[in-house]
């Protein structure tokens, strides 16, 4: 019987789908490289979650044939090493482009109507306070859109579902009815709000900075749910700190948990989350079982539907 190490809630999501066919299941709550080599250095498969994976480990896991990662990205695992040593690596796309995107337009509406602080002058007791902060509707702001994959798409139908004005910046631009596709500098110099929905890679690394902030309007929202590592973080911070734009939501960050004494803490014009952008049972049950059938495929003998390596 093979082993699989999945984390403890996608086999629950997922009515111990891996058991059930015929795998012997190890669970821990986010497998890292410590919990695997506790639990099962023979295993043939990991679910992924969030942690980093080494190049050392393969070493250590002779009978290692898939990483399957629980989401979307898959920055935490060196791809082309892991096919080097003869390992599939599969994600799951789309599976969590419904929540995310609903997050996104939660945060949108957060930023639009002053809610962070409205929150705590509310706390404060500050009512009259919390009245003179005057939002905005959504629905007469024009939002910019970078990176129309699954999210993006998804955004864009939601906010063009509300009449929201939609611009969009895809390296290919390709058709849509939700918005309309301009170039780069235009989006971030004409939008309320930008939604960022960037693959985080080499060319993506700090591709928002200085120079888009300086493009921004002064009370422009930036919204990232993507990967922290697009965004120049510094940058941020002297963007919110000198109000040369109005705020931000952000879930993902350069470096995560977001340390204890990151600027981004005190700032009073910035919504934070831990990226929880996909954190709602219906997408953690449909990126486990995808991820888990991804298992079941390669440990059959079958090609995996959603890799991204080739072995």
């Not at 699989?4 to 299941?25: C, F, Q, R, S």
């Not at 480990?57 to 979307?72: C, E, N, S, T």
């Not at 957060?110 to 509707?137: C, E, I, M, S």
């Not at 350069?254 to 990226?275: G, I, M, R, Y």
Request: aromatic share 6%.
């Amino acid at each position: 019987m093979q082993k699989v190490i999945v984390p403890t809630v996608a086999d629950e999501l997922t009515d111990h789908y891996l058991a059930k066919h015929g795998y012997e299941v190890l669970t821990c709550p986010n497998p890292g490289p410590d919990e695997i080599l506790q639990l099962a250095p023979d295993a043939a498969a990991v679910m992924m979650i969030s942690k980093k994976l080494p190049n050392t480990i393969y070493d250590q896991m002779p009978k290692l044939k898939i990483l399957a990662r629980r989401g979307v990205g898959y920055d935490n695992i060196d791809v082309n090493y892991a096919a080097d040593r003869g390992v599939w690596v599969t994600n799951t796309p789309g599976a969590n482009a419904h929540s995310v995107a609903e997050m996104a337009l939660m945060d949108m509406l957060l930023l639009a109507r002053n809610f962070p602080q409205v929150d705590r002058k509310t706390r404060a007791n500050d009512w009259g306070g919390a009245y003179k902060l005057l939002g905005r509707d959504l629905t007469s702001a024009t939002v910019g859109i970078v990176g129309y994959g699954a999210v993006g798409r998804e955004v864009a139908k939601m906010l063009h579902s509300l009449g929201v004005s939609v611009l969009i910046y895809n390296r290919t631009p390709r058709e849509s009815t939700d918005g309309t596709f301009v170039d780069w500098d235009e989006l971030f110099s004409k939008s309320d709000f930008i939604s960022l929905h960037l693959a985080a890679n080499a060319e993506t690394r700090h591709v928002v900075g200085a120079h888009e902030f300086a493009l921004m309007q002064p009370t422009a929202g930036l919204v990232n749910l993507a990967r922290g590592t697009i965004v120049d973080e510094q940058a941020l911070i002297s963007a919110l700190t000198s109000h040369q734009i109005g705020g931000a939501a952000l879930d993902v960050f350069e470096q995560e948990p977001l340390p204890a004494d990151s600027p981004l803490l005190k700032l009073p014009n910035v919504v934070l989350t831990p990226h929880v952008g996909a954190n709602t049972e219906e997408a953690n049950r449909q990126m486990a079982l995808i991820a888990a059938q991804e298992i079941d495929r390669v440990l059959s003998g079958q090609k995996p539907e959603h890799p991204v390596n080739r072995v």
